[in-house]
């Protein structure tokens, strides 16, 4: 039960977009902006933005769009479209940075897995000759640490 967001297209309309309305799943009643694609975002992409710029922007006097009267959340839409283009490329700037972060740790976990590959190579004595190095496979590596971590005792 609450906020719902319904998607559809508008009857005897040869559009091949969709619509998205709000609607509260208690009550049954649809309300607020028929809001449709932009051609860079489709309708349910473009509503989801709308409520998040709904609860964070503080001109917004209640986040909850049931609880707005119809003049409220008209004044909301409004707000919204006129900064919907920066709230876009912020997301997507945010989203950037995010995949940066992840990118930096994926890469210091690598550089910390090949240190511990180093160090197996060099406790097992293996040459470390790169194509030697190509050569081994997973299965190899694993039976090679089992049977050393094994024969010292680990």
């Not at 920066?86 to 090949?114: F, G, M, P, S, Y």
Request: hydrophobic share 40%.
């Amino acid at each position: 039960m609450g906020l719902r967001i319904f998607l559809g297209r508008e009857a005897g309309c040869d559009s091949v977009s969709e619509d998205a309305v709000l609607f509260c799943s208690t009550t049954g009643v649809a309300f607020g902006p028929i809001i449709n694609d932009d051609g860079d975002h489709d309708a349910i992409d473009r509503m989801e933005a709308f409520l998040r710029f709904m609860k964070s922007d503080p001109r917004v006097l209640e986040s909850d769009a049931r609880r707005l009267s119809e003049g409220d959340l008209q004044n909301a839409y409004s707000l919204w479209l006129s900064q919907e283009e920066a709230q876009w490329a912020a997301e997507e700037a945010a989203a950037k940075a995010q995949e940066a972060e992840e990118e930096a740790r994926l890469d210091e976990e690598d550089a910390r897995h090949r240190e511990r590959v180093a160090r197996l190579i060099a406790d097992m004595n293996l040459p470390v000759d790169e194509e030697q190095d190509r050569l081994l496979r997973a299965k190899e590596w694993h039976e090679r640490m089992a049977a050393t971590m094994k024969k010292e005792g680990r």
